[in-house]
């Protein structure tokens, strides 16, 4: 199975700091990579697909790159609203598989 | 507007049975790929299980191979999970998702499994 590791575990930041978050495929998965958004006690939102394609709806200050085994997520400026657990999710091969997640808190 | 709703959750002891299912609307539900997903409590989500569009090809995690069966009814635009032999790393909360990049998603229904 592909394993994917997200770092950091969680960091902290302030709001309009730039954060990066990476994701790392233990296989080359070409861009088949997706990211989501999870608040405490809600589903999972979708933010990010095909590495880099933007969800119609989110914000523009979210972006993705990468291909192959390694990836990022980065928020321009962050937003009270970005704080929050984020995961990416490998749709390359079954058995499909997230990360761990990296948690966003306040500085 | 898409709608997943999850149902069926609830209390079950160790090695007992469930099923949970999902129902879809806004959407021509037998084009998609449908999907469940859980999360036990306070961790990450970990993907359960897939079926494609006309259900002929279903997939599983290791860790439910063999005691979940996958299924959907194109006609009644309904997503299912049939759990057995349920243990107590079971629990969490399990959301159905739409398509191969999980665009959309349920509410969530919850599994405990306790004696």
């Known amino acids: 199975a592909i394993q994917m590791t997200q770092s950091p575990s969680s960091l902290s930041a302030s709001v309009g700091d730039r954060v990066t978050l990476t994701c790392r495929a233990s296989?080359?998965?070409?861009?088949?990579l997706a990211w989501y958004q999870q608040k405490p006690g809600k589903a999972p939102k979708f933010l990010i697909f095909a590495a880099s394609s933007l969800q119609s709806g989110v914000p523009a200050r979210f972006s993705g790159s990468g291909s192959g085994t390694d990836f990022t997520l980065t928020i321009s400026s962050l937003q009270p609203e970005d704080f929050a657990t984020y995961y990416c999710?490998?749709?390359?091969?079954?058995?499909?598989?997230f990360g761990q997640g990296t948690k966003v808190e306040i500085k | 507007e898409v709608q997943l709703v999850e149902s069926g959750g609830g209390l079950v002891k160790p090695g007992g049975s469930l099923r949970v299912s999902c129902a879809a609307s806004g959407f021509t539900f037998g084009s998609y790929i449908m999907n469940w997903v859980r999360q036990a409590p306070g961790k990450g989500l970990e993907w359960v299980s897939s079926?494609?569009?006309?259900?002929?090809?279903?997939y599983y995690a290791d860790s439910v191979k063999g005691r979940f069966t996958i299924s959907r009814d194109n006609a009644k635009n309904s997503l299912s999970l049939q759990m057995n032999s349920l243990r107590a790393e079971d629990t969490g909360v399990y959301y159905c998702?739409?398509?191969?990049?999980?665009?959309?998603w349920g509410q969530g229904t919850l599994v405990t499994v306790s004696s």
């Open positions: 999710l490998q749709n390359h091969d079954y058995p499909l598989t």
């Open positions: 296989q080359d998965i070409s861009d088949d």
């Open positions: 998702a739409r398509d191969g990049t999980f665009d959309y």
């Open positions: 079926i494609s569009r006309t259900g002929d090809y279903m």
